[in-house]
């Protein structure tokens, strides 16, 4: 514990990961919805996470995003425990988000829903920005400039001045992917990116993913249930199945797993 904060115990010799899950169990009643899962994910990683409807992946981004707490275990963060942290401060720490359902502002633009998602950078406080003071006219220009260049980026521009709700679905995905990355996450929480999208979409997507990694130098947590993305972005893949893991390796390992391919095709893959 140091400063009222619990930090993640390493060996010397050991590189702390930016996240780790620790034997995290989330029980509702008498369902567990996660039993016991761990894992780590490392900088500038892509680790995917998938497991049939009803097998705990979105439990886990719930409590990434501190929507739900553990009944047991602990999450860090680049080293800091999760647990008892507010929601709003999981953006502040790096950790951005998009949803399974889409959650924009539709009356708004895309540059205004894009935006949104780096007001969490500004510095400057409620009077400075009541009086509009130089600092914060410089903040605000800053931020446009970041926004035009995700919207360029996620090839958006021509709809910058749109309302969300006129544009297609999967160009509103792209909108809420600008809008997280806004924020300039440390780690990106995709919830099933390609949900909706058709086939050239998706590699559209694939291509786009593997792009940010590298532009913005950031590690991704992946739930889908496209398996042909999720194998060809992924470094390694946990495999979720009742809430319990039952693989973790990398991607051309976990499609031949047993325990994996019963999991997704029932008994007669036995």
């Known amino acids: 514990m140091i ?6 115990e390493a060996r010397p010799d050991e590189v702390v990961p930016l996240l780790r899950v620790q ?32 097998a705990g992946k979105t439990t886990l981004f719930n409590c990434l995003s501190r929507f739900y707490t553990p009944t ?10 999760l647990g008892g942290l507010p929601r709003w401060r999981m953006a502040t720490l790096g950790i951005g988000r998009t949803f399974q359902n889409l959650a924009l502002f539709p ?7 894009i935006g949104i998602g780096g007001h969490r950078l500004m510095r400057s406080g409620f009077i400075a920005g009541a009086l509009q003071l130089r600092s914060v006219r410089k903040e605000n220009a800053e931020l446009a400039a970041e926004a035009d260049r995700l ?45 909706g999208l058709n086939h050239g979409e998706v590699e559209t997507l ?15 947590l992946l739930v889908e ?13 946990v495999a979720l199945d009742f809430g319990r893991k039952i693989a973790d390796d990398l991607p051309a390992l976990v499609q031949q797993n047993p325990e994996v391919i019963r999991a997704y095709l029932g008994a007669q893959a036995s």
Do not use: Y
């Open 225 to 237: 249930h496209h398996m042909n993305m999720v194998m060809r972005v992924s470094d390694r893949v």
């Open 151 to 195: 919207m360029d980026l996620l090839d958006l521009r021509g709809s910058a001045d749109t309302a969300v709700k006129d544009l297609p679905f999967g160009t509103q995905k792209r909108v809420e992917l600008g809008r997280a990355l806004a924020s300039r996450p440390r780690l990106l929480l995709l919830d099933e990116p390609a949900a």
């Open 3 to 8: 400063g009222g904060r619990t930090i993640l």
């Open 206 to 220: 694939i291509n786009l993913l593997l792009d940010i990694r590298e532009r913005f130098s950031l590690s991704v």
């Open 107 to 113: 009356q708004m633009s895309v540059r205004q829903n």
């Open 72 to 81: 047991e275990g602990e999450m860090f963060f680049d080293g800091q425990a």
């Open 23 to 54: 034997r995290i169990s989330v029980r509702f009643g008498g369902i567990t919805a996660l039993s016991d899962l761990s894992f780590d994910v490392g900088e500038r990683e892509i680790r995917g996470i998938i497991g049939p409807n009803g």
